[in-house]
């Protein structure tokens, strides 16, 4: 079963953003999607936009490109602060992180 069909998100606009508050600033999700996450000089992580500007505003979200679906996935189940939150963008309900039922 692939990531897509295991939440149920098949064809449907996808949005990640990260909770600083709770960021450990271990850089796991830069190393699994670097055009999705990077670290700044603060050491804590941010999402990019599409246009690779880091999102510094709190709850900043950014598109999860399909391609990088599973690398984006992978980052919030192995996030040690449990910070990554993936959620469908038509109800906001988030399918991957912390608060995904």
Same mark, same amino acid.
């Given at each position: 079963?692939?990531?897509? !069909?295991?939440?149920g998100? @098949?064809?449907? +606009?996808?949005?990640?953003?990260?909770d !600083?508050? %709770?960021?450990?600033?271990?850089?796991?999700?830069? !190393?699994? +999607? $670097?055009e @999705?996450?990077e %670290?700044?000089?603060?050491g804590?992580?941010?999402?990019?936009?599409?246009?690779?500007e880091?999102? !510094?505003?709190?709850?900043?979200?950014? $598109?999860? $490109? %399909?391609p990088?679906?599973?690398?984006? @996935?992978?980052?919030?189940?192995?996030c $040690?602060?449990?910070?990554?939150h993936?959620?469908?963008?038509?109800?906001r @309900?988030?399918?991957?992180?912390?608060? +995904?039922?």
């Amino acid at each position: 079963m692939t990531v897509r !069909q295991e939440s149920g998100t @098949v064809g449907e +606009a996808l949005e990640v953003w990260i909770d !600083q508050d %709770l960021c450990t600033g271990d850089g796991i999700c830069a !190393q699994y +999607a $670097p055009e @999705v996450f990077e %670290l700044d000089i603060d050491g804590l992580a941010y999402v990019k936009s599409v246009d690779a500007e880091l999102l !510094q505003a709190p709850g900043a979200t950014t $598109p999860v $490109p %399909l391609p990088l679906l599973t690398d984006v @996935v992978d980052s919030a189940k192995e996030c $040690p602060g449990e910070c990554i939150h993936v959620r469908r963008v038509s109800d906001r @309900v988030e399918v991957y992180g912390p608060d +995904a039922e």
